[in-house]
């Protein structure tokens, strides 16, 4: 499955922003997706994710009750609102797939074996 990250830019403290991520090639009804950020120089960080029906995300502790995941299946694409957002949230993000059906809570980098290309997200204090 290919993915695609979009909806990144240049924003102030406490605006919103929602990237997507849309798939090509499969239907990601069976996949778990997630989003990961990253800023230079350090690891990549779990952001959060969602099971294949869209019930029972979960998130990183930095971004829980400001982000939230979802997915519109019929059109292959996820979701990640950002509200409140804040300079520490500026970073690469990046949009992940594993094929799996199962409610494990997947938040590791070799968890996901697709990989979107990443949006730049910035927030200006």
């Known amino acids: 499955v290919q993915l695609q990250a979009s909806g990144g830019g240049l924003v102030q403290a406490g605006d919103s922003l929602r990237l997507s991520c849309a798939a090509s090639?499969?239907?990601?009804?069976?996949?778990?997706m997630a989003w990961f950020r990253q800023v230079p120089g350090k690891e990549r960080e779990f952001v959060g994710a969602?099971?294949?029906?869209?019930?029972?995300?979960y998130y990183g502790d930095s971004v829980k009750g400001r982000f939230t995941i979802s997915r519109d299946n019929a059109k292959n694409t996820v979701y990640l609102q950002m509200n409140s957002l804040k300079p520490e949230d500026t970073a690469v993000y990046y949009c992940?797939?594993?094929?799996?059906?199962?409610?494990?809570?997947?938040?590791?980098?070799?968890?996901?074996?697709?990989w979107g290309q990443g949006t730049q997200v910035t927030v200006s204090s």
């Open positions: 090639g499969r239907s990601l009804s069976n996949y778990m």
């Open positions: 969602v099971q294949w029906s869209g019930n029972w995300p």
């Open positions: 992940a797939a594993r094929y799996d059906v199962s409610r494990y809570a997947y938040t590791d980098i070799r968890d996901y074996n697709n």
